[in-house]
């Protein structure tokens, strides 16, 4: 099986489209589909049913796709061992988290950790979709939650809590609620539509301290983005449940009824099995463990 073809076939399977390959592969159209062409005839079956709006793969096509999955990660695993035979962690190092996490708490901590590595050249990707990792070969996932998946190692790093916030000036205007009941007072800024939340219960603000016979508050702003949430607080529209990592540093906000704490949930670092023992990865496990030692929520 000619090796170019195989490769052109998996990128374009990959990126589930000529065009979309063409980016990463920089070769034009009539090339790739004389590959194609040439690899299906070789093969003597069809890979990919033609549509006008695009290709999908055949039940040939899929096996071939997962069993060219497998050797491309393989190699992938080989290229960043030889590469981190050097005693000096060195390398590209990708990362996935949520985009919360990573704007809020990861990113101000990215200048320590390439000031200490500066030989690991870094990507970060933030995603609320926890697949990204899985489809783009991120090496290091800050997931909330423990990974389903069989062939990825998980750690547990963090528990996250959540307490209620507004802003000095909202406390100033509305006043500070001294109960639970209190909160139906307020303007309560929510959760909206969007990802799945790692909180088995997003707005609990809702329903804290309400009777069984009674109905749960109603936001009075929903936001589909925890950012969104905090940049909401911020500005005095409300108050709102946020954990308490991205109210760490922000002095004009004020924790209200500080007794009350609301859902938690667990953080874990997930990578790849076949990256068991990298100098890199663990140049990163043991930063991101000192940053976390240092929490004080």
Request: hydrophobic share 35%; proline share 4%; charged share 25%.
């Amino acid at each position: 099986m000619d090796w170019d073809r195989l490769k052109t076939f998996y990128h374009v399977a990959t990126a589930g489209s000529i065009s979309r390959a063409m980016d990463t592969i920089h070769l034009s159209q009539s090339a790739i589909t004389r590959q194609i062409q040439s690899l299906e005839h070789s093969l003597k079956t069809k890979l990919f049913k033609r549509h006008t709006k695009g290709i999908t793969l055949t039940e040939q096509g899929s096996y071939l796709f997962e069993e060219t999955e497998k050797i491309f990660a393989d190699l992938n695993s080989i290229e960043k061992k030889i590469v981190e035979y050097k005693s000096v962690p060195t390398g590209n190092l990708s990362i996935n988290t949520t985009v919360a996490f990573g704007s809020m708490w990861l990113s101000p901590r990215i200048n320590e950790f390439i000031h200490e590595y500066p030989e690991i050249n870094l990507k970060l990707n933030y995603s609320e979709d926890e697949q990204d990792m899985l489809r783009q070969d991120y090496d290091i996932g800050l997931w909330m939650r423990k990974p389903r998946h069989l062939d990825l190692v998980s750690k547990h790093i963090a528990t996250i809590k959540y307490h209620i916030y507004g802003s000095a000036n909202y406390i100033n205007e509305m006043g500070m609620p001294l109960r639970r009941s209190e909160l139906n007072s307020h303007r309560l800024i929510t959760y909206g539509i969007g990802k799945p939340s790692p909180l088995s219960d997003t707005n609990w603000i809702l329903k804290t301290g309400v009777k069984k016979n009674q109905k749960n508050r109603r936001p009075h702003i929903t936001i589909n983005n925890l950012y969104g949430l905090l940049v909401a607080v911020e500005t005095g529209a409300g108050l709102a449940a946020l954990p308490d990592y991205m109210a760490q540093h922000k002095a004009h906000l004020v924790k209200v009824l500080p007794d009350i704490e609301g859902p938690s949930y667990d953080v874990h670092m997930v990578y790849h099995e076949n990256l068991k023992g990298s100098l890199k990865l663990i140049a990163f496990r043991d930063f991101l463990m000192n940053k976390i030692s240092q929490w004080r929520f």
